[in-house]
């Protein structure tokens, strides 16, 4: 079967960066499933953005739909003539003898097979690409006047083809033809193009680069070139080289000076009033520190190789760093311990108070979390709780948010405060996300926690709780911020005595107390839920993190442990055929205590008059338990699964030679008594009937 080729690209005004490479998969991904659903599947599709245009190229499509044969079964034979007439106009078909004639076993019908011929898929297209660019989501859209459509920016051109041959795909004025244009500054009027690859070809004379990871890789590369000419290297920032490689179609890379009063800034005010307002790239000296150079992207060239592009942004930047310059000298005239009185005129949260009301609540917590970070020393942080969110009232951080934390340790070291307490306030915020580090110090590990349990436990108590569709108060990054660090540092930390603290933490923010205990619950399953999701990226079966929590431990790194040996016991032959028998025990004496109405009790168990292996099974659980008990009080979970293992041969033995439910009643009850058994004395470790297989 013939194959064509479909080309089409959308060019409108510029798309922001943020928007392009999830606009091109969605629309890539919503026309390679209408062509797949069409029955026209491509062979090869391949998608394309730059700043200002979406491309698709579609390659191998056949040039029809197959040919369809459709059966339809009509009345029965000796049906009135109405009825007749209206089954042949249904199915197309001009005469009843055309029909035939079947015995369905309930009569005889009238059938007809329809031939239906595939449609051209030039005849499809035009409608299937109609509605895939009418249901591409963009965050934010806009209406404009060429079109009914709803897009990110007003298109200007659309060029649709098959085979070379113009679609004719109706988006109202928008012209849809052959032509498009290249780049915005350097290139000339409309370019007419004849297929994909004569569209590639004029787009790269035109100073266009199709290839959004081409001209990443372009640029990466000039920047490396030009800070190595000077010595230098580029400070890593694969985020902002992949957002610039969204802004420019044609990347011209040049350097920049920084005037020599602002290199006396902090080297994150640099880096941010660079990146942040001008996405300018930061060069640094052989030994790390910030060199008098910074390197941007510009999208044209110039006459004089950009001598007047890059005395434009020097003066730009020159201004943009003398405000800095301006805020950090205004900045430490006063102290941070001056500026916490001003955080009682910033809201936080409606329901929540000031910032100064949630400072108070993580040093509450901080001075709690103390005793369980061996090593910490309270003063140091409960002062840098007290000094932690200071620094949202300075200048510095009411231009550049990015650097709340980290000019509170720079002014809490100018007034000469410890140096654990300006750590801990620059770390309380960590990790920021999953690619974060986690706080190091001791009082910064406290202060973090204390700042996220906060978070967590007040969004809670008022109802403010994540949803499926939203988490507008970051509460799911706070409580994998908690866990990482709980992980990271190997805390041991009583999760319910600390959100006890968490949630009623004193006047004026007591909690009812008869709501504590559902909350606790709440919150903790909540912790659970998002550790399961961390572990399960560490390949971790979301059913063992069930069984180990099912058994109340809120010890996290116990909880850990315990499962990591669970999974070690359940990998070994011993832990997979005893956990076949448990399943047995526990299904046999849940049957019976439905069937009988009644609990059996293990405890009760009596092995008086019990035949041998029924003794032996009772000795090995018993030792099995004491043995488990011990182990799990002392962390040592291996052990405990150990003992486990040493169940497995007693308990084969019973299913092998002992009937349960034997004719005499109390021998029947003492043996589900037994197996009830079983199921007490594993699920202390785990509760097994969590676990699936």
Known sequence: ?????????????????????????????????????????????????????????????????????????GPRVGAPPQAIEGFLRAAGVA?????????????????????????PAAAILPELLRVAIGELPWPKSMRFPASSLRWVRPLTSVICLFDGAVLPLRLDQIPVGRTTRGHRFLSDGEIAVENAQDYREKLEAASVVLDHDRRRNLIAADLDRLAGAQGLTIKPDPALLDEVAGLVEFPVVLMGRIDEASMSLPPEVLTTAMRTHQKYFSCLNPDGTPAPRFLFVANNLTADHGKTIIAGNERVLRARLADARFFWEQDRKIRLEDRVEALKDRVYYEKL???????????????????????????????????????????????????????????????????????????????????????????????????????????????????????????????????????????????????????????????AQEKIPAMIRSLTDF?????????????????????????????????????????????????????????????????????????????????????????????????????????????????????????????????????VNTDDATLRENRLRLLSRIRAVMDQVAVFSHIEG
């Open 527 to 659: 912790i659970a839920d998002r550790l399961s999701v961390h572990l399960r990226g560490q390949g971790v079966r979301p059913d063992l993190i069930n069984a180990v929590y099912a058994v109340k431990e809120d010890d996290l790194i116990r909880l850990v442990a315990r499962v990591d040996a669970l999974r070690a016991f359940l990998d070994a032959d011993d832990g997979s055929n005893l956990l076949i028998a448990y399943k047995r025990a526990s299904n046999i004496v849940s049957i019976e205590e439905r069937r009988d109405k009644r609990r059996y009790n293990d405890a009760d168990y009596d092995p008086r008059g019990a035949e041998a292996d029924e003794r032996t099974l009772s000795r090995a659980l018993d030792q099995a338990a004491a043995e488990s008990a011990k182990s799990i009080k002392d962390g040592k979970f291996e052990e405990a699964m150990r003992a486990l293992a040493t169940l497995r041969q007693p308990v084969d033995a019973f299913f092998d030679k002992v009937t």
């Open 1 to 73: 079967m013939a194959r064509g080729e479909l080309l089409l690209e959308l060019l409108s005004e510029e798309i922001p960066a943020r928007m392009q490479r999830r606009a091109i998969e969605d629309l890539a991904g919503l026309v390679r499933d209408k062509l797949a659903a069409a029955e026209i599947p491509a062979q090869t599709l391949r998608g394309y953005v730059t700043p200002r245009r979406l491309t698709l190229i579609a390659d191998g499509i056949p040039a029809r739909q197959p040919d369809r044969s459709e059966e339809r079964r």
């Open 95 to 119: 005469r009843i003898e055309d029909c035939e004639i079947r015995d369905t076993g309930r009569g005889e019908f009238y059938f007809a097979v329809v031939e239906r011929p595939g449609r």
């Open 353 to 511: 108070g000031s910032v100064f009301d949630k400072v108070e609540r993580i040093e509450r917590l901080a001075e709690f979390l103390v005793e369980y970070v061996p090593g910490a020393r309270k003063p140091e942080a409960a002062r840098a709780a007290h000094l932690a969110k200071a620094d949202l009232s300075t200048a510095m951080v009411g231009e550049f948010p990015e650097l709340q934390g980290i000019m509170g340790r720079y002014y809490a070291l100018h007034d000469g405060e410890d140096q654990r307490v300006a750590a801990a306030i620059a770390e309380h915020y960590k990790p920021l996300g999953p690619n974060d580090t986690c706080p190091f110090g001791k009082e910064s590990v406290i202060v973090a926690l204390a700042d996220k349990l906060d978070t967590f436990a007040a969004f809670f108590r008022i109802g403010e709780k994540p949803t499926g569709s939203g988490d507008p108060f970051a509460i799911r990054r706070a409580v994998l911020g908690i866990i990482r660090i709980i992980l990271e540092t190997g805390l041991h930390l009583p999760l319910s005595s600390v959100l006890l603290v968490a949630i009623d933490p004193g006047p004026p923010y007591t909690f």
